[in-house]
């Protein structure tokens, strides 16, 4: 298992090429993450902690680590067969529960994270410091399980709350020394801009992980011509879903 997981962590890092980015649909259950993990176009799997938050009556505040593994569990078991890596929304790693709740995530089959610089407990930002030492520690606690490769995309939400890009760049720098593989700089409704973007894949040498909006931001091509090296949507096929079932509804239900 060990020796498995690690070759599909080493691929997984291998994907994470800037000019040629890994792009990944987010699922939230077993169900999306098979239909996904069958495309021959999906190179791996990655999970949304809101959407996997909201199919359990929840929200991404609110989504406990028993709820999220619970989810990581069930999607693992259910993509084996396709022999696909696995990275799971960590959230913020759960304060000083990091190193023992990403075994636990580990054992679950995950090969990938993310890492968020907020602390939603404290409500405040971990400092840069701190925030890429919680990347160290990750990093350190996958290999010493047998996983070398197992990538960190560390998640800075400094735009979100009307913070500078050159502290995203500061922090970012940090990360990435610090062991994350990219660094993902979520933007929110406020997007990123593609000046914004093309400053930060020079800052963190393709290194970045960006969201991409389906219905009105960059296009895939347009980004990886920017030369991201990783590509996310987020909860937009939730979304998605979540209307076009609405609509369905609404007609079965039309008398």
């Known amino acids: 298992m060990a020796a498995a997981q690690a070759s599909l962590a080493k691929a997984f890092k291998a994907l994470h090429k800037p000019g040629s980015p890994i792009i990944l649909a987010n699922v939230y259950d077993a169900a999306t993450a098979r239909s996904v993990a069958a495309l021959p176009s999906s190179r791996a799997v990655a ?7 909201a199919v359990a009556g929840s929200s991404d505040d609110d989504l406990t680590k028993e709820l999220n593994f619970k989810a990581a569990e069930t999607i693992s078991s259910s993509i084996k067969e396709f022999g696909k890596p696995l990275s799971v929304d960590f959230q913020d790693g759960y304060g ?5 709740a990403l075994t636990e995530l580990i054992k679950t089959g995950a090969v990938g994270i993310n890492l968020e ?10 400092t840069p410091d701190e925030a890429a030492a919680r990347v160290q520690r990750a990093v350190k606690t996958a290999h ?3 996983i070398p490769d197992f990538v960190v995309n560390a998640r800075s939400d400094v735009l979100v709350h009307g913070g500078e890009l050159s502290e995203v760049i500061s922090r970012g720098k940090k990360y990435l020394t610090a062991g994350a593989t ?3 700089v979520w933007g929110a409704s406020r997007g990123v801009s593609r000046g914004e973007v093309k400053e930060l894949v020079e800052a963190f040498d393709g290194r970045l992980n960006v969201l991409m909006k389906p219905s009105n931001g960059l296009t895939a091509k347009e980004l990886s011509d920017l030369g991201v090296a990783r ?4 909860i937009s096929l939730y979304l998605a879903a979540l209307a076009k079932f609405k609509e369905e509804a609404e007609k079965v239900l039309q008398v």
């Open 231 to 234: 590509i996310s949507i987020g």
């Open 96 to 100: 000083e529960q990091l190193e023992d």
């Open 144 to 146: 010493a399980l047998g």
């Open 182 to 184: 990219t660094v993902f």
């Open 47 to 53: 999970t949304s902690s809101f959407a996997v938050a």
């Open 117 to 126: 610089d907020f602390n939603r407990e404290e409500d405040r930002f971990y």
